[in-house]
């Protein structure tokens, strides 16, 4: 139940004396994890903090492809399954950092990021051709790639600049794989 539902409750809890009402306010904020989070960050971090959390995703990220290449050079069998939960967790990475952060900008760098990660690490070979296992994966890549350019259109023009060429990379490879069926099928440009 919400506390605006019981607008007696609201009123008796405005007018505890300040005090209680910080004791009550701890006690509510150490139960919710992401709530400490989000407090740290616009309290007690700056713009400098924001780059340091933007390098330490990306260094997960690196590390999570370095673990890709490395698995398959030792030839051994990577399910496109497989890699798509390897992305999916890259992308956990991005959605917890938004979720603190609530940083667009942020936001679009680490997701094309990850793009830009999947199509030079060694697994890319998955998006050659369609296959019957791979099917899942390249939808999901075409829909990780929708996500990035509904963000960036909503970018200033002067950010939407700055991340075109990567984003055009991006597209480019996805239209001469697999990928670009699913690219055509969502209705997602050539370049941006």
Same mark, same amino acid.
């Given at each position: 139940?919400?506390? &605006?539902?019981?607008?007696?409750?609201?009123?008796?809890?405005?007018?505890?004396?300040?005090?209680?009402? &910080?004791?009550?306010?701890?006690?509510?904020?150490?139960?919710?994890?992401?709530?400490?989070?989000?407090?740290?960050?616009?309290?007690?971090?700056?713009?400098?903090?924001?780059?340091?959390?933007? &390098?330490?995703?990306?260094?997960?990220?690196?590390?999570?492809?370095?673990?890709?290449?490395?698995?398959?050079?030792?030839?051994?069998?990577?399910?496109?399954?497989?890699?798509?939960?390897?992305?999916?967790?890259?992308?956990?990475?991005?959605?917890?950092?938004?979720?603190?952060? @609530?940083?667009?900008?942020?936001?679009?760098?680490?997701?094309?990021?990850?793009?830009?990660?999947?199509?030079?690490?060694?697994?890319?070979?998955?998006?050659?051709?369609?296959?019957?296992?791979?099917?899942?994966?390249?939808?999901?890549?075409?829909?990780?790639?929708?996500?990035?350019?509904? @963000?960036?259109?909503?970018?200033?023009? &002067?950010?939407?600049?700055?991340?075109?060429?990567?984003?055009?990379?991006?597209?480019?490879?996805? !239209? @001469?794989?697999?990928?670009?069926?699913?690219?055509?099928?969502?209705?997602?440009? !050539?370049?941006?």
């Amino acid at each position: 139940m919400l506390i &605006d539902q019981i607008p007696l409750l609201k009123k008796a809890v405005i007018d505890l004396p300040p005090a209680e009402k &910080d004791k009550l306010l701890l006690k509510l904020i150490s139960k919710d994890p992401i709530l400490v989070f989000q407090l740290e960050y616009k309290l007690l971090e700056d713009e400098r903090d924001l780059d340091n959390r933007v &390098d330490n995703v990306k260094i997960e990220i690196d590390k999570k492809i370095s673990w890709i290449d490395k698995y398959l050079s030792q030839e051994r069998n990577y399910s496109p399954g497989y890699f798509m939960m390897d992305v999916r967790e890259m992308s956990g990475l991005v959605n917890e950092h938004v979720l603190i952060t @609530k940083h667009k900008i942020s936001e679009v760098e680490l997701r094309v990021y990850i793009l830009e990660g999947i199509i030079n690490c060694s697994a890319n070979i998955l998006f050659l051709k369609r296959t019957r296992h791979s099917e899942k994966l390249l939808a999901y890549f075409a829909g990780r790639v929708k996500n990035v350019l509904e @963000k960036y259109v909503k970018l200033h023009e &002067d950010l939407q600049f700055d991340f075109r060429d990567r984003i055009n990379m991006v597209l480019d490879y996805a !239209n @001469k794989t697999a990928i670009k069926e699913y690219l055509e099928a969502l209705q997602l440009p !050539n370049e941006v």
